[in-house]
């Protein structure tokens, strides 16, 4: 399962971004979608996650300004970013983790490669 991240940017502070993840394969369903952050010389931090019955966990830091959605029938999912500051700028990385096969069903996780969010302040 290939993962494709889009829509970083640079804004300013109070801005406005939307992130995109598309998922691409054959025979494979996703159950968690997740996104990821890793701001320069700190460790990579989950950001917010979606089940696949919908239920979320949002990053207390970020909790009421961003919201995590999925799109089931494209295997794709969102993060919508609001009110962004500088604290927030990072490279971030979507995540899935799904089963994947016909016959035989087998757990697996991938990683897009990252987009970049810059926030000035």
């Known amino acids: 399962v290939q993962l494709q991240a889009s829509g970083g940017g640079r804004v300013r502070a109070g801005g406005s971004l939307r992130l995109s993840c598309a998922a691409s394969g054959s025979r494979f369903r996703i159950t968690d979608m997740e996104w990821y952050r890793q701001a320069p010389g700190k460790q990579r931090e989950m950001v917010a996650t979606?089940?696949?019955?919908?239920?979320?966990n949002i990053l207390d830091s970020v909790r009421g300004r961003f919201t995590i959605s999925r799109a089931n029938a494209d295997n794709t999912w969102y993060l919508q970013m609001h009110d962004l500051k500088p604290e927030d700028r990072a490279v971030y990385y979507c995540?899935?983790?799904?089963?994947?096969?016909?016959?035989?069903?087998?757990?697996?996780?991938?990683w897009g490669q990252g987009t970049q969010v810059t926030v000035s302040s």
């Open positions: 979606i089940t696949s019955g919908g239920s979320t």
């Open positions: 995540e899935a983790q799904y089963i994947e096969g016909l016959d035989t069903l087998s757990a697996g996780r991938s």
